[in-house]
């Protein structure tokens, strides 16, 4: 359970490499290198790696702005690490963990120009 659903709690540097975060009552810092999607679940938001999964009160709107460039936002409720991607279809791509993600039509441009 998280207590805190204050947004300015987040500790997020402009495109810097790890994120602060309020997860079950405690600070937790996370690698963003680590994380290989963000994904939206109602009013949290969940960074998944490979070994855990962490869940916070942030909107992913305000958090995209100030993840770095390989983060993109492929669908209304992910964010994903394109460093993880390996394969990008028309409407959905893959993790390497074999997850699916789809990809919204607002974003595919997006996905599609990711250098």
């Known amino acids: 359970m998280i207590t805190n659903n ?3 709690n987040n500790y997020l ?3 810097s490499k790890f994120i602060e975060i309020v997860c079950e ?6 690698n ?3 994380v290989m999607y963000i994904e939206r679940d109602a009013r949290k938001v969940r960074f998944v790696t490979k070994g855990s999964e962490y869940a916070s009160y942030i909107s992913l709107a305000s958090l995209i702005k100030r993840l770095p460039d390989n983060f993109v936002r492929c669908h ?5 690490n394109m ?8 409407n959905y791509l893959v993790i390497n963990d074999g997850y699916k993600i789809s990809i919204g039509r607002t974003y595919k441009s997006a996905v ?4």
């Open 83 to 90: 460093d993880y991607v390996v394969s990008i279809h028309s």
């Open 25 to 30: 009552k405690e600070k937790v810092l996370i």
């Open 32 to 34: 963003l290198n680590e």
């Open 13 to 15: 540097t402009t495109k």
């Open 6 to 8: 204050n947004e300015q």
């Open 76 to 80: 209304t409720g992910y964010i994903v």
């Open 112 to 115: 599609t120009t990711w250098k």
